[in-house]
């Protein structure tokens, strides 16, 4: 580790630490400063609202907190670029998407670490403690058990549930794709994408581009090309599977588009090297991208280029969406986020993105920002 990297390990340190370990806490909402308040807040008065929501389960909108409220909920088999590092070493994570929720989109929310890797003892307890929420987030499970998980929930429960690494990274790249395309004057439906990747994210990544429209999907995973002739696919990788054998090689040349969902160093400058003019590429990894801005400018200088990070610019990353399309869907009381919520969500990110950036923004990054490459 670096002088530099340790430095930075400390101040996460202290900065997770600080007065109050952790990054949440919970706050009163109502006057709360005599004993008519605690007459109303509890005993008595506490009974009033218990009965109208008996009566009629909707009034829990009206009368608690569940109208504002997202659970964000993990066992930890998937965390960032960590991996399976459990339950409670993934707290921070789930503490970082509350504050996220807060920050952006002014939803409160729990985070709830969840301690099995057994997909029906995982739906049991969120099906079990659902009526507290408004929605669900569901974050950093592992594929491909985290399909089944959202699948069953989405079916049993009432209010929204998403599993953001899925989704979220969809919206956002499918955003992101969408004004690259506008940029380099391309079709949705001409372009060749190459997925490297092939788990929650990059899943839910090529179908939703394909329901906008594109046509050729090349997805590759930690053993090469995903293509028929292969005996090691699940249903969900057999989606995307090629009808013939093909190289990585083969895979870049003349692509159009890469989106990296997987891990430092799985796509190199010599792939890169095999794309079209003007590629679009898009090394999402977190923390550490597949290969580092400099280095893809460096190979192909008419790269339109994106990562996941904060620190470089054409941030494409979740928080991008996720506060904002579960704002929408308790908003107006939906029980389901759909497929067309998405492309709605992808379409409005992207005509924002091409309005004029107000000053603050400007101010915020310390730089001139403006719609282009």
């Given at each position: 580790m670096?002088?530099?990297q ?16 952790g ?5 009163v ?11 109303l ?14 009566e009629n ?7 608690t ?10 066992n930890?088999?998937?965390?960032l670029g ?22 952006f989109?002014?939803?409160d ?10 997909i ?5 307890v969120?099906?079990a403690?659902?009526p ?19 699948k ?41 994408v190459?997925i ?9 990544c ?7 429209g594109?046509?050729t ?19 969900y ?11 990585q090689?083969?895979?870049f ?9 997987s891990?430092?160093?799985?796509f ?14 898009f ?5 550490t ?18 990562t ?28 389901k986020?759909n497929?067309?919520m998405k492309?709605a ?11 004029e950036?107000?000053e ?5 990054y ?8």
């Amino acid at each position: 580790m670096s002088i530099r990297q340790a430095s930075f390990a400390q101040e996460a340190l202290d900065y997770h630490e600080g007065d109050r370990p952790g990054k949440i806490a919970t706050e009163v909402t109502k006057s709360f400063h005599s004993q008519k308040d605690l007459s109303l807040a509890y005993t008595p008065g506490v009974a009033v609202p218990c009965l109208h929501i008996e009566e009629n389960p909707e009034t829990a909108y009206r009368y608690t907190a569940k109208a504002n409220l997202i659970g964000v909920i993990s066992n930890g088999t998937a965390v960032l670029g960590l991996g399976d590092i459990g339950p409670l070493a993934s707290k921070p994570v789930m503490e970082g998407k509350a504050i996220l929720f807060k920050k952006f989109s002014d939803l409160d929310a729990y985070d709830i670490e969840v301690d099995t890797k057994d997909i029906t003892r995982f739906c049991n307890v969120v099906e079990a403690i659902a009526p507290t929420f408004g929605g669900i987030n569901l974050e950093d499970i592992k594929a491909p058990e985290c399909f089944e998980i959202e699948k069953r929930l989405v079916e049993a429960l009432d209010i929204p549930v998403m599993h953001d690494d899925q989704h979220g990274t969809a919206v956002i790249s499918a955003a992101a794709i969408m004004n690259a395309c506008r940029i380099t004057e391309r079709q949705i439906s001409e372009i060749r994408v190459v997925i490297v990747g092939a788990g929650a994210a990059a899943i839910s990544c090529g179908r939703l581009y394909r329901h906008m429209g594109v046509r050729t999907i090349i997805m590759i995973d930690s053993k090469g090309v995903i293509h028929n002739g292969r005996t090691d696919l699940n249903e969900y990788k057999q989606e995307f599977s090629l009808q013939v054998e093909t190289s990585q090689e083969e895979a870049f040349t003349n692509a159009d588009v890469v989106v990296g969902l997987s891990k430092p160093g799985s796509f190199t400058v010599e792939d890169i090297q095999h794309m079209s003019k003007d590629p679009i590429i898009f090394t999402l990894a977190n923390p550490t991208p597949e290969i580092f801005p400099e280095d893809v400018r460096a190979a192909r200088p008419d790269a339109i280029i994106a990562t996941g990070r904060s620190d470089f610019p054409n941030q494409v990353n979740n928080v991008l969406g996720f506060p904002f399309i579960f704002r929408g869907a308790i908003d107006v009381r939906a029980k389901k986020i759909n497929m067309e919520m998405k492309v709605a969500a992808s379409e409005a990110l992207a005509s924002l993105a091409r309005q004029e950036v107000p000053e603050y923004i400007h101010h915020l990054y310390d730089t001139e920002i403006e719609f282009g490459r």
